[in-house]
Nanobody, 121 residues
Framework: VQLVESGGGLVQAGGSLRLSCAAS????????IGWFRQAPGKEREGVSC????????YYADSVKGRFTISSDNAKVTVYLQMNSLNPEDTAVYYC???????????????WGQGTQVTVSS
């Protein structure tokens, strides 16, 4: 199982980015994919998750209404559309696979390498 994130970059406050998480070695049929982020000096936090079993989506309060998670099962890719970005969203963003959605990092057993998102004020 391998996950590769892409789509990070530098954006001004109020801007948008779309992150991608491409999977190989498995399909999304029986997995959940979560997005986590870690800012310098801060603990990793869960951002969003999508469950393949029923399509349920989950969002942290800090991103609700601004971020949207979606999946393209044919491409085995999960996306995180991030709108109305602010400097507090600056972090390395990781996608990870688990049996079901969770906010608990150790529940996820496969992680991507991360992609940097920097939001300037």
């Amino acid at each position: 199982v391998q996950l590769v994130e892409s789509g990070g970059g530098l954006v001004q406050a109020g801007g948008s980015l779309r992150l991608s998480c491409a999977a190989s070695g498995f399909t999304f049929d029986d997995y959940a994919i979560g997005w986590f982020r870690q800012a310098p000096g801060k603990e990793r936090e869960g951002v969003s998750c999508i469950s393949s079993s029923d399509g349920s989506t989950y969002y942290a309060d800090s991103v609700k209404g601004r971020f949207t998670i979606s999946s393209d099962n044919a491409k085995v890719t999960v996306y995180l559309q991030m709108n109305s970005l602010n400097p507090e969203d600056t972090a390395v963003y990781y996608c990870a696979a688990a049996d079901e959605c969770s906010w608990y990092g150790p529940d996820f057993y496969s992680w991507g390498q991360g992609t940097q998102v920097t939001v300037s004020s």
